[in-house]
């Protein structure tokens, strides 16, 4: 391995996320040939205790050179190979005090470990066979899931059903090869292959990994969340709208135009997709440059958005400052959100429609007595459908390298079946179909490179 994810030695690392006054326990992690020794050189144990596998011991953690207690705490054993790295991993599990927590990471760094790298603890499970790349990766998105949703998605993978199709798929690809090959050397002691058939067997491989590439934006989708970003004139009920969607007065709501005067966020949980919702000051001339920075912050949030609320005033209609600001948005995804109709009456409400022919999706609400919003989230829910996350029925979802490699995979099981058309010798079918098998391999780690280990693991949180 390179350098970046040297594998040998002991390493050490924080575990838990140390927060002043915020956590009650924070974990050292120890892993390697030395993890057993570091702890009987720390930790001391009260009565007798055994010393085994598997088993919790109760003591303090002492400074071996002044004798000083660090800590009262709790001794977690896993020897090798029933450990999370198959390696000998011991765990200090220690008050959650930031002093605490590095004072004994500190001694176990001066008593013959060294400090891990981002990811090293996974990098090792993998890599002494532990885990496969896809329950690797799973692992840092369970970790960094944000919904429900995304997390049983993230043990789906975990649990191996991710490499499972994988697995099942690269199978299917070296039966065909093996075919190929033995009819290429045994060629007059077997019966000619059916191209046709061959054909078919490559065409239902392709079918499932598509089926496969389907559910990458969803993934994508459950892992980083929707940007959508509320913007409109000052006044028009954009704070009003993510204090009543999100049921918390996250912004300041006032008749003053001009109150917001920069991004408010809060994120929400739609069908277990995590959005996160913007805030924008209102767009408008002003010269208040204190304002006026708001306003540039306002489109640039916009811009980068993955869907916009275009909110205007009903009781005020299609201004032309909203129809300038539209005329800035209306290239993004956009909902038109029609607000304050409680103001008006049903013909003025569809005179209002007629006038506005622009955008296609168009909700009305009064935001201001909580009317409207389940009809603007299911409008959220159509454009996710029609646009990023088409709905699946499959139990697993797939990261952009993993759709990455399927896709390349994909691609070169049309080029053998463009090869079998083309009436060429046996093995030129073996050359694309080989380069398939190795790009299923690719997912699952059984052919990977040191470059793309060093590019997946450095994602992950120290102590992972």
Not at 301 to 309: Q, S, T
Not at 431 to 450: K, Q, S, V
């Amino acid at each position: 391995m390179s350098e970046i994810f040297a594998t040998t030695g002991t390493i050490a690392a924080i575990a838990t996320a140390i927060v002043p006054q915020q956590g009650s326990i924070g974990v050292v992690r120890v892993s390697g040939t030395s993890a057993m020794y570091i702890a009987q050189t720390l930790f001391k144990t009260p009565g007798k205790q055994s010393w085994e596998s598997h088993h919790i011991l109760y003591g303090h953690i002492c400074n071996p050179e002044t004798k000083q207690v660090v800590d009262e705490a709790l001794l977690l054993i896993m020897q090798a190979p029933r450990s999370y790295t198959c390696e000998d991993v011991v765990e200090f599990h220690c008050h959650g005090g930031v002093i605490v927590v590095k004072q004994v990471l500190r001694l176990c760094l001066e008593n013959g470990a060294r400090l891990a790298r981002a990811g090293e603890f996974t990098l090792r499970a993998f890599l002494n066979g532990r885990l496969d790349l896809t329950q690797a990766e799973s692992i840092s998105d369970l970790v960094g899931a944000r919904s429900p949703e995304a997390a049983q998605y993230a043990l789906a993978g975990l649990q191996g059903k991710l490499a499972h199709s994988i697995y099942n798929l690269r199978a299917k690809c070296l039966d065909i090869l093996a075919e190929i090959e033995a009819q290429i050397d045994f060629e007059e002691d077997l019966t000619p292959l059916d191209p046709k058939r061959i054909v078919r067997q490559i065409e239902q491989v392709a079918t499932d990994i598509t089926e496969l590439i389907a559910t990458a934006d969803k993934g994508q989708l459950l892992r980083t969340g929707l940007k959508v970003a509320i913007v409109g004139r000052p006044n028009v009920g954009k704070s009003s709208l993510l204090n009543a969607w999100s049921q918390n007065d996250r912004a300041i709501v006032t008749d003053i135009p001009g109150t917001t005067r920069d991004v408010v966020e809060s994120e929400l949980l739609l069908k277990g997709i995590p959005i996160q919702v913007l805030d924008t000051a209102g767009i408008r001339e002003t010269q208040d440059q204190v304002e006026k920075i708001g306003v540039e912050r306002s489109l640039k949030a916009a811009n980068a958005a993955d869907l916009i609320l275009f909110i205007i005033d009903a009781s005020q209609g299609w201004t032309v400052e909203d129809e300038g600001i539209y005329a800035q948005v209306k290239h993004y995804p956009l909902i038109l959100v029609i607000n304050k109709i409680d103001l008006l009456d049903e013909d003025q409400i569809n005179a209002l429609k007629l006038q506005i022919q622009e955008p296609a999706f168009q909700i009305c609400t009064a935001v201001g007595k909580n009317q409207g919003i389940d009809s603007l989230e299911m409008a959220i829910f159509e454009i996710i459908q029609l646009g990023k996350a088409q709905t699946t029925d499959m139990e697993l979802v797939i990261n952009q390298r993993q759709q990455a490699a399927l896709i390349r995979a994909k691609i070169l099981l049309k080029e053998v079946q463009t090869t079998i058309f083309g009436k060429l010798p046996l093995d030129f079918w073996t050359i694309d179909l080989r380069g398939a098998i190795d790009a299923l391999g690719e997912i699952t780690g059984e052919n990977i490179t040191e470059s793309l280990l060093d590019r997946i693991f450095s994602k992950f949180c120290i102590g992972k």
